[in-house]
């Protein structure tokens, strides 16, 4: 693999992972809601399910995809049901209130946390078709297996440190009391766009 290759490969990487998406809407409410060390626990889970969708593009899905567009569409149908469960639980409790000392709700787990980003990740079975694009595009057949598995190290590393940079964000203090005087109308704010996301992802 050329070093022209792998920084084409890389800039797309790193577009991937920085398109808005599930992912950075779910790293974003964490971040305000739960603080950082839970966000960038989800933000591992996320990249782990980056992972899961580049070793299946690895494996041929795409081409699976194409000979049984049945397992596509049953794929975002689940996905879309997850996204838009996770929804109607924003909205539902948008106007709890929060209880705790120091005005966030009690964070979960890091398990939880990891499972809730990796979930979250392939809930969207869309990256498996980008990813193969990806790959196809710039990576050369009899690319030694040591290569690819530093590619998917680099689709983990860009992954977690983008949706950790956005839990980050709206971690901070400012941020986060921002959200508390208009917790009401963020929280279902988050819900709706997560709706629309999971529609949008059944749809297409």
Same mark, same amino acid.
């Given at each position: 693999?050329?070093?022209?290759?792998?920084?084409?490969?890389?800039?797309?990487?790193?577009?991937?992972?920085?398109?808005?998406?599930?992912?950075?809407?779910?790293?974003?409410?964490?971040?305000?809601?739960?603080?950082?060390?839970?966000?960038?626990?989800?933000?591992?889970?996320?990249?782990? /399910?980056?992972?899961? =969708?580049?070793?299946? *593009?690895?494996?041929? $899905?795409?081409?699976?995809?194409?000979? +049984?567009?049945?397992? !596509?569409?049953?794929?975002?149908?689940?996905?879309?049901?997850?996204?838009?469960?996770?929804?109607?639980?924003?909205?539902?409790?948008?106007?709890?209130?929060?209880?705790?000392?120091?005005?966030?709700?009690?964070?979960?787990?890091?398990?939880?946390?990891?499972?809730?980003?990796?979930?979250?990740?392939?809930?969207?079975?869309?990256?498996?078709?980008?990813?193969?694009?990806?790959?196809?595009?710039?990576?050369?057949? /009899?690319?030694?297996? =040591?290569?690819?598995? *530093?590619?998917?190290? $680099?689709?983990?590393?860009?992954?977690? +440190?983008?949706?950790? !940079?956005?839990?980050?964000?709206?971690?901070?203090?400012?941020?986060?009391?921002?959200?508390?005087?208009?917790?009401?109308?963020?929280?279902?704010?988050?819900?709706?766009?997560?709706?629309?996301?999971?529609?949008?992802?059944?749809?297409?």
């Amino acid at each position: 693999m050329t070093l022209a290759a792998f920084l084409a490969f890389a800039g797309l990487v790193i577009f991937a992972a920085i398109s808005p998406g599930p992912a950075v809407l779910m790293s974003a409410r964490t971040g305000l809601t739960e603080g950082f060390r839970t966000g960038l626990m989800l933000a591992m889970g996320i990249g782990a /399910g980056a992972v899961v =969708w580049a070793s299946a *593009a690895m494996f041929g $899905l795409n081409l699976l995809f194409a000979v +049984a567009p049945a397992l !596509l569409w049953a794929l975002k149908i689940g996905g879309a049901a997850y996204l838009i469960w996770m929804a109607i639980g924003l909205w539902r409790d948008a106007s709890t209130p929060l209880m705790t000392e120091d005005s966030r709700p009690l964070p979960r787990s890091a398990l939880s946390a990891f499972r809730l980003g990796l979930f979250t990740q392939l809930a969207n079975p869309k990256p498996a078709v980008m990813f193969s694009a990806i790959f196809l595009g710039t990576v050369p057949q /009899g690319t030694p297996l =040591w290569v690819y598995g *530093a590619l998917l190290a $680099l689709i983990f590393t860009a992954e977690t +440190a983008w949706n950790s !940079l956005v839990a980050r964000i709206f971690s901070l203090d400012r941020t986060r009391a921002r959200y508390i005087s208009l917790k009401t109308l963020i929280d279902r704010s988050f819900g709706g766009l997560l709706a629309l996301l999971g529609i949008k992802i059944a749809a297409t």
